[in-house]
């Protein structure tokens, strides 16, 4: 053995590859050998297995090519038709040992034979595959078809299109060709959907232009009637029918129906239903019905349109202030109505002096001593009852010792027949000479308590000619008689006056019929009201308004409540309603105006009669506001002037949109969906992803690098493949990738979550994959291995060379955005397994294919050990050796898929004796595993194919 190691350093490359094939029986790779021995690998790595002819100073590089990958096992359709050699014997068991043969570069080990290609060694040139070991026309991929045409793996043949997300915009693949079934009338809104002769396809159906009102004459030319529905009549758009309360009065298609009917007094109902209008009076058209609007003062009190306003509410005591409101006649008059409000007329010899009209003429102006001859003449007759006979005073009954001799009512009951010579006991009787007057009768002389004043007998306390002595007479005082009282002088006021300042010198001063501040009596003075000023009438308070102003509801308290300047449910009267047309009366300066039109009117005549007589929604002439016009081709929709939009299109801020798709204008005008949102059947919607079905899944670029990071969303994504593991999920977005090789694949949301996620690999768009290698994990919603992350999700398997689908689905709950996470790593075409934490020590037997190099030169068949690691994972030294523990020169390298970290080894570092000169051409790695979520794998290799058996001492984080 140290004899043949000696020898190993000083042979040429070409001469080790003979002697390790004598070694083999069969033509097989070197034999398994006991550890390297002596002192050669003490100062130099290996040379004669580098490509080079010493490896004095520079490291095990890798061969000119390594074996492709997916070369796992040989299968049947990689042999050559030819066969093999005639004489049975194998002719190759490595690609290097087809060189020169006219049968084909590739070596098909399975039987040993050089064949032009096989599966996993597709060499064919660009138009042609491999096939049964032959090289024949036919593409493999996309990349083998010119310009934008693509491979259909079913025929093998190039053509213009598989599926429909292939083409662009609102194209489809029909036949293998991208055609527009919008506008294809051989293929109207579907493959093969043909057209009848003459029709064209519009905007994906067929269109008879002559009839269809959304292609009138042209595609595209759609019909569109403002208030109503547009009907295609000869290519030339017409007016189909008008929406309820309008109509077509000016037969114009362009301003279609124009005219709004229940509210237009010259087409009311319908087109020329003109509404017609009486005397003193308005016409007016509410809810599709004539009507009038009475001029101010007059009413249509008999509902009848033709005749007006025939009754002047001013006048007519049948309908006094508003029709129907009758003035009651009263006891003693007749009904009047004066400008609005109801008085009496009152019949002879009556009067209303109360001022009451319910109550009519309650005074007889021939016999009220109160109102003798008129309202307010009172009778005052002195020592009587008063009387009025035939509107004059008269005395009614004279006091007791009093009579009326000389028959003037003016001074009542004149003479004193108790104590009167001339008139003792009555009128006329004279007492006999040497006799008195006393009580009323004649005697001799004057009884006791009296006393004889000037031939009569007189009681000194209480005669106003004697008062206190004789011939002391009492004064008269104005609207007043004498009074003597206890021998003291004193006044007796007249009925209805009053010695109110206590001072008879003045008399009895004061009317307290009609004095505000004695009405009645002495003192009660009448309080002042709002908007009036106070009044005594028949010692009674009363009010008197203020000009402008109205005791509307007859109660004092509140004063003049009205003001009839400007209250129109009382304008200039009480009683007298404003009642205008489309708008919100108002009085001002006791006449009726227009205070406010309803929305969609305007008082465009200035005439309040009329009240708002114009449609400002639909009026051309008066579209919005009084006097503004359309332009020609614009028509009044709404009060604004708009153009003439062909349907579905509205007429927007000067734009023909479409309400139900235009994002700006969504369902209304100016009604804008959110940033990212569209607008379907007139409401915002948030689109779905563009990888929503598994036809348009986003294709992961792998050739990027091991690592790629995607921001992913399953906002409004629709449910198209149940998960295989903890129920079928929501929502799902789909992701393809395609591996030229085997390798580790990994994928999470642990990062940034964003919502429940669930995470599953499928081999096809309806077929989620189960565990295809043991501690693998293909469907997860709980944190992948226990990684402490409610909502995340976190997979990872083996994967062969081939297409592949990740599937990001919604577990639970709403959708949302998240950070996906992928990783890839080359494992090679030999065992894998996963690589526990801690120490351990892993063993095997590498054969086969090379699957995957390194920078180290590893390029013989290998075997991989995996793992994958958290967010909350920490760095950690890995350290793996197959010193003293394989008999062949081989290589290690772990990978990470962050890329970070990458390390491989050749030959084991050489040290002191006795370890250094132990490990030789093995192989002895240190490494620093990144922190955080990813996979990992640790591979063992041989250097220039070197292959066998190995155990691996290795401590991973």
């Given at each position: 053995?140290?004899?043949?190691?000696?020898?190993?350093?000083?042979?040429?490359?070409?001469?080790?590859?003979?002697?390790?094939?004598?070694?083999?029986?069969?033509?097989?790779?070197?034999?398994?050998?006991?550890?390297?021995?002596?002192?050669?690998?003490?100062?130099?790595?290996?040379?004669?297995?580098?490509?080079?002819?010493?490896?004095?100073?520079?490291?095990?590089?890798?061969?000119?090519?390594?074996?492709?990958?997916?070369?796992?096992?040989?299968?049947?359709?990689?042999?050559?038709?030819?066969?093999?050699?005639?004489?049975?014997?194998?002719?190759?068991?490595?690609?290097?040992?087809?060189?020169?043969?006219?049968?084909?570069?590739?070596?098909d080990a399975a039987r040993g034979v050089c064949v032009q290609c096989s599966t996993a060694e597709d060499t064919c040139p660009s138009g042609t595959r491999c096939e049964a070991g032959l090289c024949v026309p036919g593409c493999r991929a996309d990349g083998d078809c010119p310009g934008m045409t693509r491979c259909d793996l079913s025929t093998r043949r190039c053509m213009g299109c598989r599926a429909?997300?292939?083409?662009?915009?609102?194209?489809?693949?029909?036949?293998?060709?991208?055609?527009?079934?919008?506008?294809?009338?051989?293929?109207?809104?579907?493959?093969?959907?043909?057209?009848?002769?003459?029709?064209?396809?519009?905007?994906?159906?067929?269109?008879?232009?002559?009839?269809?009102?959304?292609?009138?004459?042209?595609?595209?030319?759609?019909?569109?009637?403002?208030?109503?529905?547009?009907?295609?009549?000869?290519?030339?758009?017409?007016?189909?029918?008008?929406?309820?309360?309008?109509?077509?009065?000016?037969?114009?298609?362009?301003?279609?129906?124009?005219?709004?009917?229940?509210?237009?007094?010259?087409?009311?109902?319908?087109?020329?239903?003109?509404?017609?209008?009486?005397?003193?009076?308005?016409?007016?058209?509410?809810?599709?019905?004539?009507?009038?609007?009475?001029?101010?003062?007059?009413?249509?009190?008999?509902?009848?349109?033709?005749?007006?306003?025939?009754?002047?509410?001013?006048?007519?005591?049948?309908?006094?202030?508003?029709?129907?409101?009758?003035?009651?006649?009263?006891?003693?008059?007749?009904?009047?109505?004066?400008?609005?409000?109801?008085?009496?007329?009152?019949?002879?010899?009556?009067?209303?002096?109360?001022?009451?009209?319910?109550?009519?003429?309650?005074?007889?102006?021939?016999?009220?001593?109160?109102?003798?001859?008129?309202?307010?003449?009172?009778?005052?007759?002195?020592?009587?009852?008063?009387?009025?006979?035939?509107?004059?005073?008269?005395?009614?009954?004279?006091?007791?010792?009093?009579?009326?001799?000389?028959?003037?009512?003016?001074?009542?009951?004149?003479?004193?027949?108790?104590?009167?010579?001339?008139?003792?006991?009555?009128?006329?009787?004279?007492?006999?000479?040497?006799?008195?007057?006393?009580?009323?009768?004649?005697?001799?002389?004057?009884?006791?308590?009296?006393?004889?004043?000037?031939?009569?007998?007189?009681?000194?306390?209480?005669?106003?000619?004697?008062?206190?002595?004789?011939?002391?007479?009492?004064?008269?005082?104005?609207?007043?008689?004498?009074?003597?009282?206890?021998?003291?002088?004193?006044?007796?006021?007249?009925?209805?006056?009053?010695?109110?300042?206590?001072?008879?010198?003045?008399?009895?001063?004061?009317?307290?019929?009609?004095?505000?501040?004695?009405?009645?009596?002495?003192?009660?003075?009448?309080?002042?009201?709002?908007?009036?000023?106070?009044?005594?009438?028949?010692?009674?308070?009363?009010?008197?308004?203020?000009?402008?102003?109205?005791?509307?509801?007859?109660?004092?308290?509140?004063?003049?409540?009205?003001?009839?300047?400007?209250?129109?449910?009382?304008?200039?009267?009480?009683?007298?309603?404003?009642?205008?047309?489309?708008?919100?009366?108002?009085?001002?300066?006791?006449?009726?105006?227009?205070?406010?039109?309803?929305?969609?009117?305007?008082?465009?005549?200035?005439?309040?009669?009329?009240?708002?007589?114009?449609?400002?929604?639909?009026?051309?002439?008066?579209?919005?506001?009084?006097?503004?016009?359309?332009?020609?081709?614009?028509?009044?929709?709404?009060?604004?002037?708009?153009?003439?939009?062909?349907?579905?299109?509205?007429?927007?801020?000067?734009?023909?949109?479409?309400?139900?798709?235009?994002?700006?204008?969504?369902?209304?005008?100016?009604?804008?969906?959110?940033?990212?949102?569209?607008?379907?059947?007139?409401?915002?919607?948030?689109?779905?992803?563009?990888?929503?079905?598994?036809?348009?899944?986003?294709?992961?670029?792998?050739?990027?690098?091991?690592?790629?990071?995607?921001?992913?969303?399953?906002?409004?994504?629709?449910?198209?493949?149940?998960?295989?593991?903890?129920?079928?999920?929501?929502?799902?977005?789909?992701?393809?990738?395609?591996?030229?090789?085997?390798?580790?694949?990994?994928?999470?949301?642990?990062?940034?979550?964003?919502?429940?996620?669930?995470?599953?690999?499928?081999?096809?768009?309806?077929?989620?994959?189960?565990?295809?290698?043991?501690?693998?994990?293909?469907?997860?919603?709980?944190?992948?291995?226990?990684?402490?992350?409610?909502?995340?999700?976190?997979?990872?398997?083996?994967?062969?060379?081939?297409?592949?689908?990740?599937?990001?689905?919604?577990?639970?709950?709403?959708?949302?955005?998240?950070?996906?996470?992928?990783?890839?790593?080359?494992?090679?075409?030999?065992?894998?397994?996963?690589?526990?934490?801690?120490?351990?020590?892993?063993?095997?037997?590498?054969?086969?294919?090379?699957?995957?190099?390194?920078?180290?030169?590893?390029?013989?068949?290998?075997?991989?050990?995996?793992?994958?690691?958290?967010?909350?994972?920490?760095?950690?030294?890995?350290?793996?050796?197959?010193?003293?523990?394989?008999?062949?020169d081989t290589v290690l390298y772990v990978r990470n898929g962050s890329g970070v970290g990458d390390a491989c080894n050749n030959d084991a570092p050489v040290g002191p004796p006795p370890f250094g000169s132990l490990c030789g051409d093995r192989s002895s790695l240190s490494a620093t595993i990144?922190?955080?979520?990813?996979?990992?794998?640790?591979?063992?290799?041989?250097?220039?194919?070197?292959?066998?058996?190995?155990?691996?001492?290795?401590?991973?984080?």
């Amino acid at each position: 053995m140290a004899a043949f190691l000696e020898a190993r350093a000083h042979l040429p490359w070409l001469a080790l590859a003979l002697l390790g094939l004598s070694a083999c029986p069969g033509g097989g790779g070197p034999a398994v050998q006991a550890p390297d021995s002596g002192p050669l690998d003490s100062a130099t790595p290996d040379a004669a297995l580098d490509s080079t002819p010493a490896d004095s100073a520079a490291p095990d590089t890798a061969p000119a090519q390594d074996v492709p990958p997916g070369m796992d096992t040989a299968s049947a359709g990689d042999a050559s038709t030819d066969g093999p050699p005639s004489d049975g014997a194998r002719e190759c068991a490595q690609h290097r040992d087809c060189e020169g043969n006219p049968r084909g570069l590739v070596c098909d080990a399975a039987r040993g034979v050089c064949v032009q290609c096989s599966t996993a060694e597709d060499t064919c040139p660009s138009g042609t595959r491999c096939e049964a070991g032959l090289c024949v026309p036919g593409c493999r991929a996309d990349g083998d078809c010119p310009g934008m045409t693509r491979c259909d793996l079913s025929t093998r043949r190039c053509m213009g299109c598989r599926a429909d997300g292939e083409c662009g915009g609102a194209q489809a693949c029909c036949a293998g060709q991208c055609l527009d079934t919008q506008g294809d009338a051989r293929n109207c809104g579907a493959c093969g959907r043909a057209c009848p002769a003459g029709q064209p396809c519009c905007n994906g159906a067929c269109a008879a232009l002559a009839v269809d009102a959304r292609n009138c004459g042209a595609c595209g030319n759609a019909c569109g009637v403002a208030n109503g529905e547009a009907a295609c009549v000869a290519s030339r758009c017409a007016v189909a029918r008008c929406g309820a309360g309008f109509g077509d009065c000016d037969l114009d298609p362009a301003t279609g129906c124009e005219t709004p009917v229940t509210a237009d007094p010259a087409n009311c109902g319908r087109c020329s239903g003109r509404c017609a209008v009486g005397p003193n009076a308005t016409a007016t058209c509410t809810a599709g019905a004539c009507a009038v609007v009475c001029n101010t003062g007059f009413g249509d009190c008999d509902r009848g349109a033709g005749n007006g306003c025939e009754v002047d509410l001013r006048a007519a005591a049948a309908h006094c202030g508003a029709c129907g409101a009758a003035c009651p006649a009263g006891a003693n008059a007749s009904a009047r109505c004066v400008a609005g409000a109801c008085a009496a007329q009152c019949n002879a010899g009556f009067g209303d002096c109360d001022g009451a009209a319910p109550n009519g003429c309650e005074a007889r102006l021939d016999a009220d001593p109160r109102n003798c001859g008129g309202c307010g003449t009172t009778c005052a007759t002195p020592h009587a009852t008063p009387a009025c006979r035939a509107g004059a005073c008269a005395v009614g009954t004279c006091e007791a010792g009093f009579a009326d001799c000389n028959g003037m009512a003016a001074d009542g009951c004149e003479q004193d027949t108790r104590a009167d010579n001339a008139n003792c006991g009555r009128c006329g009787q004279r007492c006999p000479a040497g006799q008195v007057c006393a009580a009323g009768a004649c005697a001799t002389s004057c009884p006791a308590g009296q006393t004889l004043c000037g031939g009569a007998c007189v009681d000194v306390t209480r005669s106003v000619s004697n008062c206190g002595r004789c011939g002391n007479a009492c004064p008269v005082g104005t609207n007043a008689m004498a009074s003597c009282a206890g021998g003291a002088c004193g006044l007796a006021c007249n009925r209805f006056f009053g010695d109110c300042d206590a001072a008879g010198g003045n008399g009895c001063e004061v009317s307290l019929l009609a004095d505000v501040s004695h009405c009645g009596r002495c003192g009660n003075r009448c309080a002042a009201r709002a908007n009036a000023f106070p009044r005594c009438a028949l010692g009674a308070c009363d009010l008197t308004c203020a000009a402008g102003f109205a005791d509307c509801n007859g109660a004092d308290a509140d004063g003049c409540e009205v003001a009839t300047a400007m209250d129109p449910r009382n304008c200039a009267a009480c009683g007298a309603v404003c009642a205008l047309a489309n708008a919100t009366p108002a009085c001002r300066a006791g006449a009726c105006a227009v205070g406010a039109c309803n929305a969609g009117f305007a008082d465009c005549n200035g005439m309040a009669a009329d009240g708002c007589e114009t449609a400002t929604s639909a009026n051309p002439s008066n579209c919005g506001r009084c006097g503004q016009r359309c332009s020609a081709g614009q028509v009044c929709s709404g009060g604004a002037c708009t153009l003439l939009c062909p349907r579905p299109r509205t007429p927007c801020a000067g734009a023909c949109v479409d309400l139900q798709t235009d994002p700006s204008n969504c369902g209304a005008c100016g009604r804008a969906c959110l940033r990212g949102q569209s607008c379907a059947a007139g409401v915002c919607a948030t689109p779905p992803p563009a990888n929503d079905r598994c036809a348009g899944a986003t294709e992961l670029n792998l050739a990027a690098g091991p690592t790629l990071t995607v921001s992913a969303t399953t906002v409004a994504a629709a449910h198209d493949l149940d998960a295989p593991c903890l129920g079928a999920g929501l929502g799902d977005v789909f992701y393809r990738f395609t591996l030229t090789r085997r390798e580790l694949v990994y994928a999470d949301t642990l990062a940034s979550p964003g919502f429940n996620s669930k995470l599953f690999f499928a081999s096809g768009c309806a077929s989620p994959i189960t565990s295809r290698t043991a501690g693998d994990l293909v469907c997860d919603n709980v944190g992948g291995i226990d990684c402490a992350v409610s909502r995340g999700s976190q997979v990872f398997t083996i994967l062969p060379a081939g297409t592949w689908y990740l599937v990001l689905s919604v577990q639970s709950g709403a959708a949302g955005a998240a950070t996906l996470t992928f990783q890839h790593l080359s494992v090679g075409n030999g065992r894998v397994a996963a690589l526990r934490a801690g120490s351990s020590t892993p063993s095997g037997t590498t054969s086969g294919t090379s699957g995957t190099t390194s920078a180290c030169g590893g390029s013989g068949p290998e075997d991989a050990y995996w793992w994958v690691t958290c967010p909350a994972s920490a760095s950690g030294a890995l350290s793996a050796s197959t010193c003293l523990r394989a008999s062949w020169d081989t290589v290690l390298y772990v990978r990470n898929g962050s890329g970070v970290g990458d390390a491989c080894n050749n030959d084991a570092p050489v040290g002191p004796p006795p370890f250094g000169s132990l490990c030789g051409d093995r192989s002895s790695l240190s490494a620093t595993i990144p922190a955080g979520a990813g996979a990992h794998a640790l591979l063992i290799d041989g250097f220039s194919g070197a292959s066998g058996a190995y155990t691996i001492g290795v401590t991973r984080p």
